[in-house]
């Protein structure tokens, strides 16, 4: 069963009291005297529970918060920086848009002190954004609702789907949700575009139901209206599953990829210390926020999510995310074609 947000912080403020203090101090007064901080994310149920410690930990650094879609924040910081009206000090998003922005020298270097408890992958070579969390894929699905149904247990299931799936699944827009294009990328890079467009093709067969957002199809999955979820991210399930709801989640036998999500101070951020400040308490103190809510932390002092494996013992589909972006208008163009999604 999950906390309760207050529980959690109550926890928090106890195992991480004085904590505040690893930050350089001479960094902490510029910030306060920057007086302010913006945050752009695309990570609408967590990010309130991140900004909340840290104002609890900083109150003199007022924190200004745009949560919205991945690319819809991306998007956002391009009109205003070409307006020359840039707000965003900070982004905290999937590693496909931290990569773009990286990409198009939008990012500024900054190395926590705090990266000495991580693991070397939460400092991508190359690039000038960190790893705050890893997200991994499952497939989802209501046992209410399936009792005597074989179930899909890989991805590859999918390109010879059982009749009894028809009308019984959702599945997400890689034009618009990032975890579904990552997705897509990993099913294409691993499988071949004979074996992954088999598999959309398989949900199409299935006649699939296109969900606009997590939320929507997380709904028609504990409701029973669809029962079956192509994916799932592992911390929506454990959210679902902790409130009592009648769902499994299967690791694919295949393989999972993972859905990293990274954080970077923007190019000429407004107030540069208050996002050093941030960055420090994210890869700090927003550690065990993470774990408590079943998401992975890549640093070492900080346990596996509650009933999930190490992410060392998975089995994982690599991603190559910067040639996945590089692709990324023709992997979109080949995947309506293969599916007739307009």
């Given at each position: 069963m999950q906390r309760p947000v207050?529980?959690?912080?109550?926890?928090?403020?106890?195992?991480?009291?004085?904590?505040?203090?690893?930050?350089?101090?001479?960094?902490?007064?510029?910030?306060?005297?920057?007086?302010?901080?913006?945050?752009?994310?695309?990570?609408?149920?967590?990010?309130p529970l991140y900004v909340e410690r840290f104002k609890q930990l900083y109150?003199?650094?007022?924190?200004?918060?745009?949560?919205?879609?991945?690319?819809?924040?991306?998007?956002?910081?391009?009109v205003e920086r070409r307006a020359k009206r840039q707000a965003a000090d900070v982004f905290f998003a999937t590693e496909d848009v931290m990569?773009?922005?990286?990409?198009e020298s939008l990012l500024d270097d900054y190395r926590t002190p705090e990266l000495a408890y991580f693991d070397a992958a939460a400092a991508p070579q190359g690039k000038k954004y960190l790893i705050v969390k890893t997200l991994i894929y499952g497939m989802a699905s209501n046992r209410d609702f399936t009792k005597g149904v074989a179930l899909p247990k890989d991805w590859l299931d999918y390109v010879n789907p059982q009749k009894a799936w028809r009308d019984q699944i959702s599945y997400y827009d890689p034009r618009t949700s990032s975890a579904a294009f990552a997705l897509l990328a990993a099913l294409h890079q691993n499988f071949g575009s004979d074996k992954a467009g088999a598999i959309y093709k398989g949900l199409i067969e299935s006649r699939a139901s296109l969900a606009p957002t997590t939320p929507a199809g997380m709904t028609k999955l504990v409701s029973g209206e669809l029962p079956i979820m192509f994916?799932?991210?592992?911390?929506?399930?454990?959210?679902?599953?902790?409130?009592?709801?009648?769902?499994?989640f299967t690791l694919p036998a295949s393989g999972t990829p993972k859905l990293n999500f990274g954080i970077g101070i923007t190019e000429g951020a407004p107030h540069p210390n208050a996002a050093r400040v941030f960055i420090d308490f994210m890869m700090r103190d927003a550690q065990q926020i993470i774990q408590q809510n079943n998401e992975y932390s890549l640093r070492k002092d900080v346990s596996p999510p509650k009933g999930m494996p190490p992410l060392s013992a998975l089995k994982t589909l690599p991603l190559d995310i910067d040639k996945a972006l590089a692709s990324q208008s023709q992997l979109l163009a080949w995947w309506q074609d293969i599916t007739g999604v307009k």
């Open positions: 207050a529980s959690i912080l109550a926890i928090l403020a106890v195992l991480f009291a004085g904590a505040a203090n690893a930050t350089d101090a001479a960094i902490v007064d510029a910030a306060k005297k920057e007086g302010g901080l913006t945050l752009y994310a695309c990570d609408p149920p967590q990010t109150p003199d650094i007022r924190v200004t918060t745009y949560v919205a879609g991945c690319w819809q924040i991306f998007n956002r910081h391009g990569t773009r922005l990286d990409g994916y799932i991210m592992n911390n929506h399930f454990s959210g679902i599953a902790g409130k009592g709801a009648p769902v499994d």
